[in-house]
């Protein structure tokens, strides 16, 4: 497998001998500690019989001891060792030969919330005088190999369940709407949000963002929910690309014919932030100056790039 890997300039690209069909993911963010800790699932479809499963994984911990394969044979294999070929990946080898077949790749894991703005990624943001950290996420285009093991090409395409377990007063979003918050006894002032399972996408389009928001919302004349996040306190800077986004939705569903295919659009407002906006899908990201609009201070130039950077993030 390893004549497989094709390096060029150090890019990585994954072998063929199995490939993704969806991720189930519980992350845990810490923002005391700047750490998570992570465990998931990835079902694959397994093409050719291997002892090896190489995965993107970038400044991220594996637990040994928890990665393990079970076959829809019901074949259950431990990992004999995991090792890293390159700061950019790891590699599981197994005693025996996963069959081809289905396979659920299983692993914990821990991370870094860094400071490279990119990955799985802290940013400090300030209420009334206090600092306080959200967590947030930037992963095009090679970055979700930051927040968790996974093929991170854009042609491995499969569907992601993501859950987030956080602090009980924060709050988080994701690509899709919440199916589910439970409180689990084990872990005491936290809580677990669950979104719904993902549309087949690319891993750079995966998002999601931990922290204190506060929000405007509307209804497009299609019915799709928009809000827009901001810091606390600011949502009225949020109010005017609230207006352009629903608008812009409406306009490109009229023209194209094609509904809007995700159940509801986020835009939130990030402090530290590298690009201008990402358009991830179902929870756009932006920096704060591409999205917040002061209605007593902001000039027209100002608005023109806001609804600019909306329209071109939504198209």
Not at 297 to 302: A, D, E, F, L, N
């Amino acid at each position: 497998m390893a004549e497989q890997i094709l390096q060029e300039k150090e890019r990585v690209l994954l072998p063929t001998d199995a490939v993704p069909t969806n991720y189930k993911i519980l992350l845990a963010p810490h923002l005391d500690t700047f750490k998570f800790d992570g465990q998931e699932t990835i079902d694959l479809q397994v093409r050719t019989a291997t002892s090896k499963i190489l995965l993107h994984s970038t400044d991220i911990e594996v637990d040994a001891a928890s990665v393990s394969v079970v076959s829809d044979n019901g074949a259950s294999l431990k990992a004999s060792s995991v090792t890293y070929p390159s700061k950019d990946t790891v590699l599981f080898q197994f005693d025996s030969e996963i069959p081809v077949g289905i396979a659920h790749l299983s692993l914990s894991f821990v991370g870094n919330l860094n400071e490279l703005m990119c990955g799985f990624y802290r940013s400090k943001y300030t209420v009334d005088g206090v600092q306080k950290w959200m967590a947030t996420t930037q992963f095009e285009a090679t970055d979700a190999r930051r927040a968790f093991p996974c093929y991170d090409e854009p042609a491995r395409k499969a569907t992601f369940e993501v859950s987030l377990r956080i602090d009980e007063a924060l709050s988080a979003l994701g690509n899709m709407p919440v199916q589910n918050e439970v409180k689990d006894a084990a872990f005491p002032g936290t809580k677990t949000i669950s979104f719904a399972p993902s549309p087949i996408m690319s891993t750079y389009l995966v998002a999601f963002v931990v922290g204190e928001f506060d929000f405007v919302e509307t209804t497009t004349k299609h019915g799709v929910l928009m809000r827009v996040y901001t810091p606390p306190g600011k949502s009225e800077q949020g109010k005017f690309s609230l207006d352009v986004g629903s608008r812009t939705l409406d306009y490109f569903t009229d023209y194209f014919g094609i509904a809007y295919p995700l159940p509801k659009m986020d835009m939130i407002a990030i402090a530290d932030f590298s690009a201008g906006a990402m358009e991830n899908w179902g929870l756009v990201t932006y920096r704060e100056t591409a999205l917040l609009i002061d209605a007593e201070k902001s000039g027209i130039s100002s608005k023109q790039r806001v609804a600019y950077v909306v329209a071109h993030e939504l198209a």
